[in-house]
């Protein structure tokens, strides 16, 4: 199923407003005002208005909900890949102190298959994995037992008194194995991976210059600052769900499912999130968490601790790649080949898409692209910031620097000489692209100019010093299923609600800001309501699409309200008889477009009509506009390293990305976001990878001691620019901000690391030991 059928099946499910694609696209297809306008809220770096509340402590997380009665959940993970559970003792877990309930397949109450991903059991492919409900094993780390007791340190020593013993079967738990075993086309959300044009193995024997390298990514687990948690209640027949979650919405129709319910029977609730990177979606625990609600007789609270993200919630996928560049001598691309392996599970095929970013970026004359999959029988991966662009980026960027130093030529050169004007695998024009403006601007601003060609150049001390850079890439999305709700009070307050996700990267504030510049209103005057199923809307937090959606959702119902708030201007009204198109909001009220003097409050107009309120509700148009435009966001990441001559150790010293990302809509939001994504970049290059004992499929670090993640010390100061150009097809002129910062990051890293010392890793993590001598 794609993933535009799942958002429809989901909406309609839920009883939301979800409008079907017609040819008209509505709104979406004039220009937006806010597009060009400058000197107002849109794009202005306001606070968080968040912020006090959660430094206040006030803002309350998943685990941090508390009922009557509640009870404490602990997780008993499996400790084999493969095979079944042969005898399980539960007796001394029961007769623990505090303990009042243990669930195992043995008791847990009937259920069906997880659904994968948005979509109904069955749609997406792949055998559909029961949770609890027989004595199967299907990846070492799956949970085999829940204890509820009265206090979390009493779960938590209950669950240690679960004794289990297995009748292990024969896994396959490392990539040769998984090789051995066959490979197949991949596919991502139902679109095959491969696109060919030309004939790119031959012009690649042909052409005068070439590189043709192999590059490795490693599996990389989830590490927001909030663990998985889930808070639970039955009342009556609902189902009240306090989540950390990127799809409300999503993961209610998905328990529903699960527990043979009504949609309109569950509620999800996550007013705030402690960080998200695509992996705060459907796992085990929501489910595990409500059946043993349901079996008590009790509410549940069940926060995963840190190895109980590592072992349920699924990450990055390990990733084998080839690129291959032809060129003639002044740079030109004759031939782009970049194809690989991703290991993924039988349960869910969801594999690195790896060669996105080598769909858009270059125009070569032959291009040859694809991702085959393997299955290990492992735990499921699944989204993570950027996949696919963040380890394609890393190999394809790496290669293109190694062919810049092949023929002599400026790696930036090199790139402007092979930019793209249409893409060159869909062949449509780009909607707007100012790669090559964002390389210049950060050039300079960085001092590229300063980099010596040649390896080994610089020593400072003890430290070899390269520069390198990269591009960044990441598409613009933005799927179906944005809706909003907007209530005009009397006092001419206004409130937005919209069943989205507040994460972290600043949505509140951001659809404040843009919602009061729509209405002429005070900042003040205005309020964002987000995350929460039962609100208005089917809306993701990913895919970097968000705000987009909630943007065109916001657009469409502040439409509806002038068209209502017109209806309700009396014939005495200075805007009696106009129609939408004929007014626009100044100064918190409504003033005919050709004589602005003729306006009237918002305030009286509802009073004039004798109204204390008014509420719309309305969905965003269709996003056809990614029908006729190649939407993608760019960007010029530099960096600075230093290599230390005896130990090898890799440090980044200076980081620039300089993005073309559309019209930024909160400069000091966008700043984080964009930093944020680098800083995670910094981690993919030099310290992330989850490391399996090969032999037991089991991770060997489920926790942030030994699992390497950059802190304050890893990371320098990083400057973040755009070009600010909006683009005409999307909402607000904005493209989405919060994956793009990871793509590029690494492989500018990579290419900054073989410029100081001369040796190029193309296996990341980039460890001293790969650097040393
Ligand atoms: Mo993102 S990987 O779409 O949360």
């Known amino acids: 199923m794609s993933l535009i059928g799942a958002v429809q099946e989901v909406g309609q499910s839920l009883r939301k407003k979800i409008v079907e694609p017609t040819p008209d696209a509505g709104s979406a297809s004039r220009p937006d005002p806010l597009m060009e306008q400058r000197d107002g809220l849109v794009g202005a770096p306001i606070a968080r208005i968040d912020g006090a509340v959660k430094v206040q402590g006030q803002a309350r997380f998943a685990a941090e909900f508390s009922f009557d009665d509640m009870l404490y959940g602990a997780l ?220 008590a007789g009790r509410p549940v609270r069940l926060n995963l601790s840190r190895q109980g993200v590592y072992r349920i919630v699924g990450g990055r996928a390990r990733t084998v790649q080839r690129v291959a560049l032809g060129a003639q001598a002044d740079g030109h691309f004759d031939a782009l080949i970049h194809t690989g392996l991703s290991l993924t599970t039988a349960s869910r095929s969801m594999p690195e ?151 972290g990267m600043g949505t509140a504030t951001v659809h404040s800001q843009i919602l009061a510049e729509r209405l002429a209103l005070p900042l003040s005057q205005v309020a964002c309501i987000v995350g929460d199923s039962s609100l208005p809307g089917v809306v993701l937090a990913g895919g970097s699409q968000q705000s987009a959606a909630i943007g065109a959702a916001v657009r469409a119902a502040q439409e509806q309200l002038f068209a209502e708030l017109l209806k309700l201007a009396g014939r005495a009204s200075p805007l009696a008889g106009l129609q939408l198109a004929e007014v626009q909001a100044r100064d918190g009220g409504l003033c005919r477009r050709d004589a602005p003097q003729q306006w009237l409050s918002y305030t009286d107009l509802l009073a004039q009509a004798g109204r204390t309120q008014l509420v719309v509700e309305a969905s965003a148009a269709p996003p056809l506009e990614t029908q006729h435009w190649s939407k993608h966001s760019f960007g010029a990441i530099f960096c600075e390293v230093g290599v230390n001559c005896i130990s090898g150790e890799p440090r980044v010293q200076r980081l620039l990305g300089c993005f073309d990302c559309g019209r930024i809509l909160n400069a000091s939001l966008a700043r984080s976001q964009l930093r944020s994504g680098m800083i995670m970049g910094i981690g993919m290059a030099l310290m992330e990878e989850t490391l399996f004992d090969e032999r037991t499929g089991r991770i060997m670090h489920a926790n942030l001691a030994d699992y390497h993640l950059p802190v304050q010390m890893d990371v320098p100061e990083i400057d973040v620019m755009w070009t600010d150009i909006a683009d005409p097809h999307t909402p607000m002129g904005a493209r989405g901000i919060g994956e793009i910062g990871i793509t590029g990051t690494a492989a500018a890293i990579a290419n900054a690391i073989y410029n100081a010392c001369g040796v190029r890793v193309r296996d990341l993590p980039i460890t001293l030991d790969k650097l040393a001598g």
């Open 76 to 295: 008993v993970f499996s400790t084999i890949a493969r095979g079944r559970i042969d005898q399980l003792d539960t007796a001394a877990a029961a007769a623990a102190p505090g303990v009042r309930l243990v669930m195992t397949h043995q008791n847990a109450p009937r259920m069906a298959p997880l659904p994968v991903f948005m979509s109904a059991p069955k749609a997406a492919g792949g055998e559909q994995l029961a949770v609890l409900q027989d004595r199967f094993i299907h990846w070492n780390g799956q949970p085999i037992a829940v204890v509820l007791a009265d206090s979390q340190e009493q779960a938590d020593h209950g669950a240690t008194l679960v004794r289990v013993s297995y009748l292990a079967d024969s896994a396959v738990t490392s990539l040769n194995d998984a090789i051995a075993r066959g490979c197949t086309a991949g596919a991502f959300m139902g679109t095959p991976l491969t696109f060919d044009r030309g004939d790119a193995e031959g012009a690649l024997v042909a052409a005068p210059c070439r590189v043709d390298a192999v590059y490795q990514t490693p599996c990389h687990n989830h590490n927001a600052i909030e663990p998985h948690a889930v808070t639970v209640a039955w009342q009556g027949k609902q189902l009240l769900v306090h989540d950390a979650s990127q799809g409300v919405s999503h993961t209610a129709w998905s328990l529903a499912h699960v527990f043979a319910i009504d949609e309109q029977q569950v509620q999800v609730s996550a007013p705030f999130v402690g960080g998200a990177f695509g992996g705060k979606t459907l796992w085990r625990h929501q489910v595990l968490a409500a059946a043993a609600a349901k079996l």
């Open 353 to 503: 898409p790896f060669i996105l970013p080598a769909r858009c970026t270059y125009a070569a004359s032959h291009i040859k692209l694809g991702v085959h999959t393997a299955n290990v029988d492992m735990l499921a991966n699944t989204f993570m910031r950027a996949p696919g662009e963040a380890v394609g980026s890393f190999a394809l960027e790496s290669a293109v620097d190694e062919l810049a130093l092949l023929l002599a030529i400026d790696p930036i050169a090199l790139r402007l000489r092979n930019e793209a004007t249409r893409n060159p695998t869909d062949n449509k024009p780009f909607s707007t692209r100012h790669l090559r403006q964002a390389y210049e601007d950060g050039a300079s601003r960085f001092g590229w100019q300063r980099r010596q060609p040649q390896p080994g150049a610089r020593q400072q001390g003890e430290w070899r010093i390269g520069m390198g850079c990269a591009t960044a890439t990441y598409p613009y999305y933005r799927l179906p299923g944005g809706a909003a709700r907007l209530t005009l009070s009397a006092e001419g307050r206004v409130r937005v609600e919209i069943a989205a996700h507040e994460m």
